[in-house]
């Protein structure tokens, strides 16, 4: 069940993140967070049926770790909608997970005493290889800035703030509902996306980017694949490993080059498709050895 949950996971967020790259190309980025992260906080709300009044009462134990989350959280969402004017989705999404999956491994074994066999950690290791490789080749495209180094250093940043935000899931999600969990896990980044735009705000003058109602509903629509995404996460992170998940979740790789393709037009070369059929080979070990 875990590995399901994992992979259902992964499916739903790169499905929601590929559907919000025309958003990400052609408006402001943290304001464009801002208005998904307001969109999910509606579109997640049916998360809290069925909480009872004693897990709310756990919630307040987790308030630290939750605002640790929404920082990291919305800075991680941010850097990722930052990161597709400069390379292809499929590259974006491979480098950033890599670099996630690692970090959340170290945290894992760090924090949570979570310990790997050495084949499993012979997979982790692939699936890494397997996104350097992807990240590896340029791709010129009318429609991408192409500057690949940015792209990639923005790329390191964001796989290590989403590898604390979720690690900050994880423990949560050990101690408490999983459906309260996400959706105030979802909710704090929300929050610390609105404070960093005040700080913007009052540091640089530069406020939220006004929208229309229509292109906030088509912010809401294609952010809704994250209600199935945050619930599978948080139950898969609530009996199963964080570095397991993560690796897991590099999946998202392949979905994005295939979304990517399927919506943008996208091609990646044939190294790059290298690179994420050694992230699969990866994968499918690092299941069987679990």
């Keep these: 069940m ?8 992964a499916f739903a ?68 909608f930052y990161v597709v004017q400069f390379i292809p989705v499929g590259v974006a999404t491979s480098f950033n997970l890599s670099l996630r999956t690692l970090a959340a491994f170290i945290l894992g074994w760090l924090f949570l005493a979570e310990s790997l066999i050495p084949m499993q950690g012979l997979s982790i290791v692939t699936i890494l290889l397997g996104g350097v490789v992807v990240a590896s080749g340029k791709n010129h495209m009318p429609h991408l800035n192409n500057d690949t180094r940015r792209g990639i250093g923005v790329s390191l940043v964001s796989g290590f703030l989403g590898a604390i935000s979720f690690f900050t899931l994880s423990l949560a999600s050990k101690q408490a509902n999983p459906f309260m969990v996400g959706y105030f896990w979802e909710l704090s980044i929300f929050i610390g996306t609105g404070g960093i735009l005040l700080l913007r705000r009052i540091f640089t003058g530069q406020g939220l980017q006004k929208i229309s109602l229509q292109a906030f509903k088509n912010i809401a629509l294609f952010s809704s694949p994250t209600l199935i995404g945050t619930i599978c996460a948080a139950f898969a992170l609530k009996t199963g490993s964080l570095a397991l998940f993560s690796a897991i979740a590099s999946l998202s790789v392949v979905f994005a080059s295939i979304f990517s393709k399927i919506l943008y037009n996208e091609k990646l070369k044939l190294i790059q498709w290298l690179g994420i059929v050694i992230s699969l080979a990866g994968v499918v070990a690092l299941k069987l050895y679990s």
């Design 2 to 9: 875990f590995f399901l949950l994992a992979f259902v996971s």
């Design 13 to 80: 967020y790169s499905l929601q993140s590929s559907l919000l790259v025309k958003q990400a190309r052609s408006m402001e980025r943290l304001s464009l967070t801002f208005y998904r992260m307001l969109a999910l906080s509606v579109i997640l709300s049916p998360m809290l049926l069925g909480v009872s009044v004693l897990d709310y009462q756990q919630l307040v134990s987790l308030l630290p770790l939750l605002a640790i989350s929404g920082l990291c959280g919305a800075s991680y969402v941010w850097s990722q």
